[in-house]
């Protein structure tokens, strides 16, 4: 199976500061048909989670343009430009490249 | 609006079975894989199942393989998973969840517990 890992796995952030998380896969996520299937998903407190990006760096429907995925082969990262209160939570990474679907352990965003 | 509705969990036994369902509503759900995935208490994420949208194949985590069963009724709108053999790790969050390869809606329920113990 796939081993996804994220770094770090807490990550304390001031408002209106940066932030960046790493995910880093076992084995390349390019699929035989050149797309490389990387998603990032964000659970708030209390809530089901929600994706954010898919295929690397493509933002779902209704998300701020302060989040913006990046990478390839077997490193990615997701940044958020201006982190906002309503940003804390846990994000996932996860790879649909290679069955079984892995996530990565998570990252707690919390404010400082 | 899309809408995903888990409902079957519960407290069961050791070596117990349980069948949890997914009413789904909002998209035409006969066109869409869909996958289980669930999160132990204050841990994180763990995909569990995927069936695809005609239930002609289906794929497993390792954890669940042979334990374990996704299933489908597409003129029912339901998602089902039959789980055998349970065991206490098996305890968790049980979410359905519709997440498309590329673009489009995606959905997650709000997910029903799961407790294994005696």
């Known amino acids: 199976d796939v081993v996804m890992t994220q770094s770090p796995l807490s990550l304390p952030v001031t408002l209106g500061q940066p932030a960046s998380i790493s995910c880093r896969s076992s084995?390349?996520?390019?699929?035989?048909?050149?797309?490389?299937?990387l998603n990032w998903f964000q659970q708030r407190p209390g809530q089901s989670p929600r994706r954010l990006i898919y295929k690397v760096s493509n933002r779902d429907s209704g998300v701020p343009d302060r989040f913006s995925g990046s990478g390839s082969g077997t490193d990615f990262t997701l940044k958020i430009s201006r982190v906002e209160a309503e940003d804390v939570g846990v994000y996932y990474c996860?790879?649909?490249?290679?069955?079984?679907?892995?996530f990565g352990q998570g990252t707690k965003v919390e404010i400082k | 609006q899309v809408q995903l509705v888990e409902s079957g969990g519960g407290v069961v036994q050791p070596g117990g079975s349980l069948r949890l369902s997914c009413a789904a509503s909002g998209f035409t759900f006969s066109s869409y894989g869909m996958h289980w995935v669930r999160q132990a208490p204050g841990k994180g994420l763990e995909w569990v199942a995927f069936?695809?949208?005609?239930?002609?194949?289906?794929y497993y985590a390792d954890s669940v393989k042979g334990r374990f069963t996704i299933s489908r009724d597409n003129s029912k709108n339901t998602l089902y998973l039959q789980m055998n053999s349970l065991r206490a790790e098996d305890t968790a969050v049980y979410y359905c969840?519709?997440?498309?390869?590329?673009?489009?809606?995606?959905?997650w329920g709000q997910g029903t517990l799961v407790t294994v113990s005696s």
């Open positions: 996860m790879q649909g490249t290679h069955w079984p679907w892995t």
């Open positions: 084995q390349s996520l390019v699929y035989s048909d050149g797309n490389t299937y």
């Open positions: 969840a519709k997440v498309p390869y590329g673009s489009g809606t995606t959905c």
């Open positions: 069936i695809r949208y005609d239930g002609s194949n289906k």
